[in-house]
């Protein structure tokens, strides 16, 4: 680790404890770290934004796609009974376990209507080639009331979300920007950006859902949240609407985690 250029101390919403934050580089983003638990600034600002907008996670059904072995997910895993975890895997079935996950693909989740109180995801939407689906496939799954809590990097501040890659009729990937990679846990491929979003995310997952999202952007040193693209999306399904009775709207048992804890094979897998 280069010298510091930057420390305070302050709060971490991941951890939940007194921490000092370190920057060894100025982009703050990857290197702004808790020095208790290794989080960076989009964790703990997800993490402050589960608690405010759905301070019952500790008693609900959790899935997270693709978490990772440290911050806002650590804080789910340890402190959330119900909390599922899921990787992709192309070719491998919603539902099914492989390597020791549980697979789901976003576009076609295994779940059932109404089953999932949170969804979570962490720079997962600018990888998928059908967003469209995916937000519909949120909607599907989501209880009334439920909400998809995320990060996703915003890069295109002044313009329209851009499509950056796609795939044709037979499935292949045509590139319409320069290829962009992102580090991906389970793959030593990496993950293609296929969407730079910009704030016009929200009308898209309007468009394909019908749900409203709003943008939560911290900047808090005393929380350790200052980075570029930390923005975290809250995505709401309304609660069902009183009809007059007192009938509780009906929704699905909730789905068990049937994986068991994959994180310490995820570990591994880190320290490469
Ligand atoms: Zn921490």
Redesign the pocket.
Known sequence: MGDLIFANYGY??????A?RFTAADSWFRDHYI??????IPRE?ALSWTIEKFFPAWRQATIHESSPIPR?ASEKLRQHCDNYITSQYFSGVGSGTEYQGWRCEDLENLSFADNSIDLHISQDVMEHVFSPDRVFREIARTLRPGGMHIFTVPLVNKAGASEVSAERDEKGEIRHLLEPEYHGNPVSDQGALVTRRWGYDICEYIFRSSGLFTQIIHLDALEW?IRAEFIEVLVTMKPMAENNGSDSVPETAKPPKSTTGNPFNWLKKRFKK
Request: charged content about 20%.
């Open positions: 971490c919403h991941c951890c939940e404890q921490v808790c020095s208790k638990c290794g989080s703990r911050g350790g």
